[in-house]
């Protein structure tokens, strides 16, 4: 019996890397296009691993209709997991993640909204495409010589120092578990997040959501950045309060956003709403400011991310089939 996997937020192009590395799995894979939620748990029946995104809403009582229609283990195809009730989930069902799968394509993509952003390049491609080739309002500044403040170093984060430091800037970074030696080899120093908000030119968030971690960013940290600082986040949504972070675009403390994620998310991006209105006032807002670039969390998309994700996708249930350690298993 070939095992059955359901897999939810199928889009195109999941279809497509799914569907060509399962040649060598052979899963009896159905693509489902919504997201796993309670209203819809049920079309779980009869399959035995359920594949989710980031936007799955795996609570207490999602679980319990898993379990109870023979689901026995929950494989994200992310390394985010914050949406997956992991108290509820033990004992009854086992879960699984990608951890890793391009940190590269992250953080190439921090890097492009800092030169977005700085060199107002969104900006300069609306005006010449209209005929506009005034340089009026498209000043930026060299990153040379400037110091940016690196939130979380793991691999996203690293790739990012190392990116910027050839870029000639100066790097402080914070992190609860310094790597020492990275920071030796590659000239960056460690230091306490007060010291990081006051010095930093650029900050650029790569830490996990944690309750330590939800609204890092908020009035208090705000208040002791440097005038005009540029917050950058490839993370997750909830690292920022929003709401205070409009107050700072709108005061002028905060000088440039780029956001691949933003904290309400799951109503709206991976969907097409252009001809809808938005009704998340927050997010509407956002989206006003010049100064603002809101890209809908696809800093890992990439054909090496795509491809990858769905690899380590499939072997982690391969290995829950084979009654293998789950060198990616999650729990409480």
Known sequence: MKTKVILFDAKSYDEIFFKEKNQQYGFDIKFQKSHLSKDNAILTKGADVVCIFVNAEVDAEVIDILVENGVKLIALRSAGYNNVDLKAAKGKIKVVRVPAYSPHSIAEHTIALMLTLNRKIHKAYTRTREGNFALEGLMGFEMNGKTAGIIGTGK??????????????????????????????????????DELYGLSDVISLHCPL?????????????????????IINTGRGKLIKTKALIDALKSKKIGYAGLDVYEEEGDYFYEDHSDIVIDDDILARLLTFNNVIVTSHQAFFTKEALSEIARITLQNIQDFVDGKPLVNEISA
């Not at 960013?217 to 002791?224: A, F, G, V």
């Open 156 to 193: 996203i984060g690293k790739i990012v120092i190392q990116i910027l430091k050839s870029m000639g800037m100066n790097v402080l970074a914070y992190d609860l578990y310094p790597d020492t030696q990275f920071a030796e080899t590659n000239g960056i120093r460690y230091t306490q997040l």
């Open 210 to 230: 944690t309750k330590e971690t939800e609204y890092l960013i908020n009035e208090k940290s705000i208040h002791k950045m440097k005038e005009g600082v540029m």
